[in-house]
C-alpha cells in the first residue's frame, strides 16, 4: 500500500520569496512515480512536475523544483519567486510504476496526500 | 499536452434523482480512467478505476450500485450517481491515462464537476 503525508494544512510565503511544501511517502514499490499538482479555488488539478523513483537528478520545471530525497523518502517542492497566483492548494501525489527498462507505460492510480494550502502575500 | 474533458462542470438535482457525469479523453485513447471525490479542502479520494470494455474496479466503502460507471469506448466514461442524496453533494474528478506516445510523466485530470443534492 502506498501513503502520501503532508504534514503543512496551510503555508504563507510573502511575494518573490522562495516557499518549500513537504511531503513524505510510504511505499513496498520499487519503481514509482511522485507528483506534485497545484488545485485553485475552481478546482482544476493542475500538473507541475514529476521525479521518477530512478530518476538520480531532481526534477525542476521552471519555478518549481522537486528535492527528491529517496533514503528518507521525501519529494518536497520548492516555489522559487513565489506569485501571487500561487495561491493554491497543493497535493503531493505518487504511483506505482513500472521500471525504465521494462519498455511499457504505467496508468497506475494516482494516491494523494493531504493538501496544503499555500497563501502569497503582497 | 493530452487534453480530458468533463462534463458537466456543475449540477444541482433533487434528492432521489439520478445525474451522470462524462469523462472523455479528446486527442488520445484512454484505456484507464479513475474517478476521484473530493470534500471541500480535503484530499482527492480514489472511488474507482474504469476499464475499457470491462467492469470498473470500485474501492473498498464505495457503493458501486450507486455509483454507477460505464467505460464503453477509449475515449469515454460516465459516472452515475444514483438516487442522489445531500451527503453525495461533492467534488467529483476523472483522470486518464493511456495513449500513443503518453510517458509515465504524463496523468491527465478533467475540469472536475460539483454535484449539489437538494
Known amino acids: 500500500a502506498q501513503k502520501i503525508t503532508q504534514t503543512q494544512p496551510g503555508m504563507f510565503v510573502q511575494e518573490k520569496e522562495a516557499v518549500t511544501l513537504d511531503c513524505t511517502y510510504d511505499?513496498?514499490?520499487?519503481?514509482?512515480?511522485l507528483f506534485w499538482y497545484k488545485q485553485p479555488s475552481s478546482g482544476e488539478m493542475i500538473f507541475l512536475i514529476y521525479q521518477g523513483s530512478y530518476d538520480e537528478q531532481n526534477a525542476t520545471e521552471g519555478r518549481y523544483s522537486l528535492n527528491f530525497q529517496k533514503a528518507r523518502k521525501s519529494a518536497n517542492l520548492v516555489i522559487s519567486a513565489s506569485q501571487l497566483g500561487d495561491s493554491a492548494m497543493y497535493f503531493c501525489a505518487m504511483r506505482e510504476e513500472q521500471p525504465p527498462n521494462a519498455g511499457g507505460t504505467s496508468y497506475g492510480k494516482l494516491t494523494f496526500g493531504q493538501g496544503t494550502i499555500l497563501t502569497v502575500h503582497p | 499536452g493530452a487534453v480530458v474533458s468533463q462534463h458537466p462542470s456543475w449540477v444541482i438535482c433533487k434528492s432521489g434523482t439520478s445525474v451522470k457525469i462524462e469523462c472523455r479523453s479528446l486527442?488520445?485513447?484512454?484505456?484507464?480512467m479513475f474517478w476521484y471525490r473530493q470534500f471541500p479542502k480535503q484530499s482527492l479520494m480514489l472511488m474507482a478505476t474504469?476499464?475499457?470494455?470491462?467492469?470498473?474496479?470500485?474501492e473498498q466503502g464505495v457503493e458501486k450500485d450507486k455509483f454507477l460507471i460505464n467505460h464503453a469506448s477509449l475515449t469515454l466514461s460516465t459516472l452515475t450517481v444514483t438516487s442522489a442524496h445531500p451527503e453525495d453533494s461533492s467534488f467529483y474528478i476523472c483522470s486518464a491515462s493511456g495513449g500513443k506516445g503518453a510517458r509515465n510523466t504524463e496523468a491527465f485530470f478533467g475540469q472536475g464537476t460539483r454535484l449539489t443534492v437538494v
Open positions: 474504469s476499464n475499457e470494455g470491462s467492469k470498473a474496479t470500485y
Open positions: 486527442d488520445f485513447q484512454a484505456t484507464t
Open positions: 511505499t513496498s514499490d520499487q519503481s514509482y512515480g
